[in-house]
């Protein structure tokens, strides 16, 4: 049984830039959740997608949008990228009846020169 | 503004010590608590916990719940250099139909023979 799995484990994009990361939760999950992780930080949560739509939001700048695919799959999407931007992009996904347990992905390294 | 604390944030230890990994938080709307280990991308589940005093086991490791004075603690027994990682707690204060987790910094655990 695949776990969640995450394209590409790096990346590296110059300011101004856009990035598509990409998520294919685990098998029997209906929910894809994102978080970026700085270094020496906790994750923070950008947003939540379920049935195709976005469900909840964080803290996050209209930069970054999302997309969730009939297969569940995926898509996080940041465009004019800050040297801010640089972080550990993870994914998690979930059951939606399971409560707030998440299994995540080893994420995707963005550095943004 | 959810909030979560974890204490210390660095620990280095020998193998066989105890240890004890401390989170305090401040949500809105407390459903669970949640524990993982983060090796080196991919954060781990280890426990989630909704309800005080009850103890979660698996192993060496157990955690516990205090709702009515807001932490939870996380210990590890005979730690081993396996241990080495940094522990992560989390808290999902987000409303129904939707799980939002908030992260502490995490605990850095190192284990030394």
């Known amino acids: 049984d695949a776990g969640v799995t995450q394209s590409p484990t790096h990346l590296i994009k110059t300011r101004g830039q856009q990035v598509t990361l990409r998520c294919s939760p685990k098998?029997?999950?209906?929910?894809v959740s994102w978080y970026q992780q700085a270094l020496g930080q906790g994750p923070q949560f950008i947003f939540q997608?379920?049935?195709?739509?976005?469900?909840q939001r964080g803290n996050f700048p209209d930069r970054f949008s999302g997309h969730q695919f009939p297969n569940y799959s995926s898509e996080l999407n940041v465009n004019a990228l800050l040297l801010g931007d640089s972080a550990l992009y993870l994914c998690?996904?979930?059951?939606?009846?399971?409560?707030?347990?998440?299994?995540f992905g080893s994420g995707t390294q963005l550095s943004v020169l | 503004e959810d909030k979560v604390v974890q204490s210390p944030l660095s620990l280095v230890v020998h193998e066989g010590d105890t240890v004890t990994l401390n989170c305090s938080y401040e949500?809105?709307?407390?459903?669970?608590l949640l524990w993982y280990k983060q090796e080196k991308k991919a954060p781990t589940f280890l426990f989630m916990l909704?309800?005080?005093?009850i103890e979660k086991k698996s192993g060496r490791l157990s955690s516990i719940l205090d709702k009515k004075e807001l932490f939870s603690i996380l210990n590890i027994t005979a730690t081993q250099t396996g241990d080495s990682a940094v522990y992560l707690c989390?808290?999902?204060?987000?409303?129904?139909?939707?799980?939002?987790?908030?992260f502490g910094k995490g605990t850095k655990l190192s284990v030394i023979p």
């Open positions: 909704t309800s005080s005093g």
């Open positions: 998690a996904s979930s059951r939606t009846d399971a409560g707030a347990k998440l299994f």
């Open positions: 098998s029997g999950h209906d929910t």
């Open positions: 997608y379920y049935e195709e739509e976005e469900r």
């Open positions: 989390a808290v999902d204060g987000s409303g129904a139909g939707s799980y939002q987790l908030t």
């Open positions: 949500v809105t709307n407390f459903r669970s």
